[in-house]
Every structure is written in C-alpha cells, then in structure tokens.
C-alpha cells in the first residue's frame, strides 16, 4: 500500500524557517514525480514545489529563493526546507506522489494527510 506521512508543521515567526518531511511508504521516491501543494482557508489547492523522479525540482514564483525541495534516497524522503517564511504562506501542506511529470496534476493519485503551517507573530 502506497503512504506518504508529512511532518514537520508547525508555528513559526515571519522571517523563520521550518522544514517539512513527506515519508513514503510501500513506494521508491525515485521513480515518482513528489509535489508539495498547500491550501489556506477559503483559497484553492496550489502547487509549491515539485521533484521528478529524474532529480528535476521546479517552484511556483512565490516561494522562488526561498523554498528548496530536496531528496533522501536512502530514507525514501522528500523535504521541503521554507526560509524566509511569510505570513502568506500559511497553510495546509501535503505531499503528493505522481507516476507522471511536475505540471500534470491529474495524475497526483497519492496523498498524505496535510500537516499545518502557520507563520504569524
């Protein structure tokens, strides 16, 4: 069974860092295409940031310079460090597993379970 678990949510000043862990399981993250999406209240679902199974990352313009996704192979993890962190960036993130590239978004068929960030001072 396919499972992602994310972790590493929290409260966290403006301007303060916090990195989220996406853990997969019954899967190998490098034959996937992993996406971190995230959605505030009363606001759609929007893509963040994006790895390829081939190592290819891509970030939507806001979060440009400051976010960093990243992989362990060995851990069968996917980070997403987020520097400089803006009251704007609020939201629940999720990870998300595709057996197809970063901007088809269709074919994200596995999901974890969200965990909350809140950047408020």
């Known amino acids: 069974q396919l499972q992602l678990v994310e972790s590493g949510g929290g409260v966290v000043q403006p301007g303060g860092s916090l990195r989220l862990s996406c853990a997969a399981s019954g899967f190998t993250v490098t034959y996937y295409t992993i996406g971190w999406f995230r959605q505030a209240p009363g606001k759609e679902r929007e893509g963040v940031s994006c790895m390829s199974s081939s190592g290819v990352s891509t970030n939507t313009d806001s979060v440009k310079g400051r976010f960093t996704i990243s992989r362990d192979n060995a851990k069968n993890t996917v980070y997403l460090q987020m520097n400089s962190l803006k009251p704007e960036d609020t939201a629940v993130y999720y990870c998300?597993?595709?057996?197809?590239?970063?901007?088809?978004?269709?074919?994200?068929?596995?999901w974890g379970q969200g965990t909350q960030v809140t950047v408020s001072s």
């Open positions: 998300a597993a595709s057996a197809y590239g970063c901007g088809y978004y269709q074919g994200y068929k596995y």
